[in-house]
């Protein structure tokens, strides 16, 4: 059976014929009706195949033309944004191939527990449901996926009260279901292309931002949790308000996540953690009932997110039907949010560089600039192998990577389709390698976090480039990051 990762329905809202580039061989292929790309045979079951057309592609088709693709404000219902985060979360677990897929689930096994440790999930009549590394030991990795794809896609999103429902089904294993609780908390934005630009379509279902220090260190993710830490452990009067976000952040360690919708428009899931810089979102948590209990917070004078737009992270306007209670008719008013050129061009970026085989796009010199940005990206950091290279030595890599790379093909093919180099990529991959670098240059819970667990941080191999190598300069440079922003504000954090 034909089964596409990437449904038709989307692919559609691109165009009737997409063009395609190939990150693996190169290769080009021009107009490629929607059935013939973004599939591969046998991947569902066909009690799977037809739970995702009943219970999931068919509302969410109706949604979209109905609300989600017209101008001006978007207004859907808490039922209709259940259907969407549901969408969106299946949409990032249906393009995992099978052994990434279970090897990942196996991972968030401690975080998991930890997440179950932090929730009375005792009063959602939670089952006691088996961790993923217990299943696969009974069943097929392919079994263990469709299982996992059967519950997820028959989760009753209109009649859950809170995502917790989703520890009633025992076909799901444990890092599953805190998973895609810790996705439902997210918060979710639209964003529009740039009036020069276009979205690609990546074929990785849904692609994410991490923190800078995410990309600078190969995979620490301590921004966002540092903070919430300090904040829990020294506000006295709302220290519980941030158990939440905190939650959240030990499974869903992205800013955030995004999904295409058409070649205008994506939408996006956000980190609950954003929520705190917006002063008409409503902190707090909700109880078993439904009752929502609400804590007054500070804003976070740090900055995660690689993209410096806060504008961008606005919540909606909620209108509740019943004051401090999460209703089914509740409703969510959206702005959608347009990108600005150098924000258009990293987005793309990321679709890009995310993407596993095939990237789709449907107008090439609105794109053409993101794939210039991306050989240049890809030329800059693969040109430097160690900290004490040679200069010449990294400008002839820098040579070679950018007459080599993959990134060649679909720029001539471009350029013969009319296309104009128009911006400059040199000045904007400096520009947002400085944006990557900001938080942690300014984070002082990131040194406050790391000179309190000591140990930890002298033997993270990952860290011992802040010290070329020498795991005492590390922690002497950690000392003097925390001394300095110390200073910077005024001896108190």
């Given at each position: 059976?034909?089964?596409?990762?990437?449904?038709?329905?989307?692919?559609?809202?691109?165009?009737?014929?997409?063009?395609?580039?190939?990150?693996?061989?190169?290769?080009?292929?021009?107009?490629?009706?929607?059935?013939?790309?973004?599939?591969?045979?046998?991947?569902?079951?066909?009690?799977?195949?037809?739970?995702?057309?009943?219970?999931?592609?068919?509302?969410?088709?109706?949604?979209?033309?109905?609300?989600?693709?017209?101008?001006?404000?978007?207004?859907?219902?808490?039922?209709?944004?259940?259907?969407?985060?549901k969408y969106m979360f299946i949409a990032s677990v249906r393009c995992q191939d099978l052994e990434h897929f279970c090897s990942l689930l196996c991972s968030l096994e401690h975080n998991a527990d930890l997440f179950i440790k932090t929730v009375d999930l005792e009063g959602f009549k939670r089952k006691q449901l088996k961790h993923s590394k217990e299943m696969l030991e009974t069943m097929s990795k392919y079994d263990f996926f469709n299982q996992q794809m059967l519950a997820l896609t028959e989760f009753d999103y209109k009649n859950a009260l809170t995502p917790y429902e989703l520890f009633n089904d025992e076909r799901l294993s444990i890092e599953m279901a805190v998973w895609a609780c810790s996705f439902y908390f997210s918060y979710v934005a639209f964003w529009d292309a740039?009036?020069?630009?276009?979205?690609?379509?990546?074929?990785?279902?849904?692609?994410?931002?991490?923190?800078?220090?995410?990309?600078?260190?190969?995979?620490?993710?301590?921004?966002?949790?540092?903070?919430?830490?300090?904040?829990?452990?020294?506000?006295?009067?709302?220290?519980?308000?941030?158990?939440?976000?905190?939650?959240?952040?030990?499974?869903?360690?992205?800013?955030?996540?995004?999904?295409?919708?058409?070649?205008?428009?994506?939408?996006?899931?956000?980190?609950?953690?954003?929520?705190?810089?917006?002063?008409?979102?409503?902190?707090?948590?909700?109880?078993?009932?439904?009752?929502?209990?609400e804590s007054i917070?500070?804003?976070?004078?740090?900055?995660?997110?690689?993209?410096?737009?806060?504008?961008?992270?606005?919540?909606?306007?909620?209108?509740?039907?019943?004051?401090?209670?999460?209703?089914?008719?509740?409703?969510?008013?959206?702005?959608?949010?347009?990108?600005?050129?150098?924000?258009?061009?990293?987005?793309?970026?990321?679709?890009?560089?995310?993407?596993?085989?095939?990237?789709?796009?449907?107008?090439?010199?609105?794109?053409f600039s993101s794939f210039e940005y991306c050989l240049e990206h890809e030329s800059q950091y693969q040109s430097v192998t160690s900290a004490k290279q040679p200069l010449e030595n990294i400008i002839t890599n820098y040579a070679n990577n950018l007459m080599n790379s993959k990134f060649t093909a679909i720029i001539k093919w471009c350029l013969d389709n009319g296309c104009k180099t128009e911006k400059n990529v040199l000045v904007l991959f400096q520009e947002l390698t400085d944006d990557i670098f900001r938080d942690f240059n300014s984070n002082i819970y990131i040194y406050n976090y790391y000179l309190k667990h000591y140990d930890e941080a002298y033997n993270l191999t990952q860290l011992d480039f802040l010290g070329g190598g020498d795991k005492q300069k590390k922690m002497e440079y950690l000392v003097a990051g925390y001394n300095r922003l110390l200073a910077e504000r005024g001896g108190k954090i």
């Open positions: 059976m034909k089964n596409h990762y990437i449904p038709q329905l989307i692919i559609n809202r691109f165009s009737t014929a997409l063009n395609v580039f190939n990150l693996d061989t190169a290769e080009i292929r021009e107009k490629r009706p929607s059935n013939k790309i973004f599939f591969t045979k046998d991947i569902y079951t066909d009690e799977v195949e037809n739970s995702l057309n009943v219970h999931l592609e068919r509302p969410f088709s109706s949604l979209l033309k109905r609300k989600l693709l017209s101008d001006g404000e978007i207004e859907i219902t808490r039922t209709d944004l259940m259907l969407i985060k740039s009036d020069d630009g276009e979205f690609v379509l990546s074929d990785a279902g849904i692609v994410s931002e991490y923190e800078g220090f995410h990309l600078i260190t190969g995979g620490l993710d301590i921004s966002k949790t540092s903070y919430l830490l300090y904040q829990m452990e020294n506000d006295k009067k709302n220290g519980s308000a941030y158990i939440r976000p905190l939650q959240t952040c030990s499974i869903m360690y992205e800013n955030y996540d995004l999904f295409n919708i058409s070649s205008n428009r994506c939408i996006v899931a956000i980190n609950p953690f954003f929520r705190l810089y917006d002063s008409k979102s409503r902190n707090g948590h909700f109880e078993k009932d439904g009752s929502f209990v917070l500070k804003q976070p004078e740090i900055w995660p997110a690689i993209i410096q737009n806060k504008d961008l992270f606005e919540t909606p306007l909620t209108k509740y039907i019943v004051h401090d209670f999460y209703l089914p008719e509740d409703l969510f008013v959206y702005k959608p949010k347009k990108l600005n050129t150098k924000e258009m061009i990293y987005v793309n970026s990321l679709l890009i560089n995310e993407s596993k085989y095939w990237i789709g796009f449907n107008e090439p010199c609105k794109v």
